[in-house]
């Protein structure tokens, strides 16, 4: 049973233009969301976040928005870039009392950049 | 801010056999995770630690696989024995206690057991 979800294995987008990732849960409770960024044989990098009492984080090129009555997220990059190829994860958590839980990945969606 | 630091790197072995990986967290990070990455899959929690305590380890397999954080800093993995279906990448990541961290991970440690 997959509480996060991320639909779309790949993405390819043009240089320049924006790049839309998508991913759904499940589980209401979750109140923590993530993207991390990973290239080939390294770790996950942090991207950026949001907590369940804001819509919507800016981070220069890459903003994350939240529904939560949709129980959806996206990252948006723009422009995107060549070195914005990687594969990228959606992730939550559910806090307990002040102690994050651990987090939940989807499978991620490969984002190739074509310049 | 030094990172996440995970050897060895690359560990190729026969199934039975055992292995084991270490971890290094952010100085200061009192979480402590494992997490296990099948290909094309998302990392999965493996174990996670409060200093040197355990959190949650429901989705540990208990069976063959421990782990310990002697001291609250470093921490190991071990596999014993191990399972053709075990071969993955082992991530270790760390994280602050307090509030909405995100979680800083390691290189990872690539398992193949043939």
């Known amino acids: 049973d997959q509480q996060v979800k991320q639909n779309s294995p790949s993405l390819s987008v043009q240089e320049g233009r924006i790049s839309i990732l998508n991913c759904d849960y499940t589980n209401s409770m979750f109140d923590y969301f993530l993207w991390y960024k990973k290239y080939p044989a390294e770790g996950p990098t942090f991207l950026i976040s949001i907590s369940s009492i804001k819509d919507k984080n800016e981070d220069g090129r890459f903003t994350v928005f939240l529904n939560k009555s949709a129980k959806h997220l996206s990252l948006h990059i723009v422009p995107s870039q060549p070195g914005d190829s990687a594969v990228y994860f959606c992730?939550?958590?559910?806090?307990?009392?002040?102690?994050?839980?651990?987090?939940?990945f989807g499978k991620g969606t490969k984002l190739s950049v074509k310049p | 801010e030094a990172g996440v630091a995970q050897s060895p790197r690359y560990k190729i072995i026969e199934k039975r056999q055992s292995v084991a990986f270490w971890c290094n967290p952010i100085?200061?990070?009192?979480?402590l995770y494992w997490y296990q990455q099948i290909l094309g899959q998302g990392p999965k929690l493996l174990i996670q630690f409060q200093n040197n305590g355990v959190v949650d380890d429901s989705q540990l397999p208990k069976d063959r696989f421990s782990a310990e954080r002697l001291k609250g800093v470093d921490s190991t993995l071990k596999i014993q024995p191990a399972k053709l279906e075990d071969s993955a990448v082992y991530l270790c990541a760390s994280s602050l206690n307090r509030g909405y961290s995100p979680l800083h991970f390691g290189n990872g440690t690539r398992l193949t057991v043939t």
């Open positions: 100085s200061g990070h009192a979480t």
């Open positions: 992730a939550a958590s559910q806090n307990y009392g002040g102690s994050q839980g651990n987090l939940i």
